[in-house]
């Protein structure tokens, strides 16, 4: 009975283990990759999108500010936004959200502006900015992916990274147009590599 029981329990450690082991399924042949320099008034830097699994997007993003910028130590909000197009700022439209054209993607039910926040797809976390106004993010995200389908970011239209003046609240249905972050600083256009 009791090597039974010892059996039992190695079958069921070998199955979470092994479980485990199997969990990231879908590597793509090739690590798809995409790339976005960023700017703004005083601020530079650059995102690099890495996609070796299929549904996990790795975003690292670098990003240094003039002290005259608005990029001040904090945090600050950023975002996938639903247009790849940065002139101006505006132009990246509202936060990505997939492909919710009824015509192409009909089971769509997304509420669009601000009553989806933060929901969105393209919410990521609050970048941070230290003293010397250098700032770093470093983030994983499953909403979006790199390659085809109902959350590329590479639809008809692109997408873009916009930094905020300041820190995402993450309400939803903000009361304010500030909650999410308010004014647009900075933008990126995100291109394939």
Request: include cysteine; charged fraction near 20%.
């Amino acid at each position: 009975m009791r090597a039974l029981s010892k059996i039992g329990t190695g079958l069921v450690i070998g199955m979470l283990v092994g479980g485990c082991s199997s969990y990231h399924t879908g590597k793509h042949d090739t690590k798809l990759r995409a790339k976005a320099a960023i700017a703004g008034p005083g601020i530079t830097g650059e995102a690099d999108l890495y996609e070796e699994y299929e549904g996990r997007v790795r975003i690292k993003l670098k990003i240094q500010g003039t002290p005259e910028s608005k990029l001040t130590p904090g945090l600050h909000g950023i975002h996938i936004h639903e247009v790849g197009s940065c002139e101006p700022f505006a132009a990246a439209k509202g936060h990505y959200d997939g492909n919710v054209d009824p015509q192409v993607n009909p089971e769509a039910s997304v509420n669009p502006g601000p009553g989806n926040h933060p929901y969105h797809l393209g919410d990521l976390q609050n970048l941070s900015v230290d003293d010397n106004r250098k700032g770093s993010l470093y983030t994983v995200t499953s909403r979006v992916t790199l390659g085809s389908g109902l959350t590329t970011l590479f639809d008809q239209d692109g997408s873009a990274f916009v930094i905020h003046e300041l820190p995402d609240k993450y309400l939803p249905d903000p009361p304010t147009k500030d909650a999410p972050g308010g004014p647009r600083i900075a933008c990126g256009v995100i291109v394939k590599q």
